[in-house]
């Protein structure tokens, strides 16, 4: 079920990508996708959410159990994602709830700090 096949994203990632909590909640109830299904660049729903800053997706898909520590293709999580987008307030969600280190190194050997410098 792919929504963009040049980028390689599905309806689920596109959905979090909007932000709206009652579309993402409708795309999980149909089970057709895998709540750490990858799209461009290997990025997650969750990891989609973080970078757009859609704190209610992002609490929506860890309640349906979304792996938090996954990394897209170049290493970054979700913290280094919120800080390359420039998401202020989910950078301090993400910290508040310990749901990743500071100090992780992606593969270029950047941290969230660095990204965010």
Known sequence: MTLYADH???VLKAACFGGNVEIVKYVLS???LGINSRGAYRQTPLMEAASRGH????DVLIEAKADVPLVD???????HLACLYGQE???KYLLSKDYADIDTKNSRGKTAATIAK
């Open 73 to 79: 293709e170049h290493g970054n999580n979700i913290l």
């Open 55 to 58: 704190h209610d997706v992002f």
């Open 89 to 91: 307030e989910m950078v």
């Open 8 to 10: 390689r994203d599905n």
């Open 30 to 32: 149909q089970n057709v």
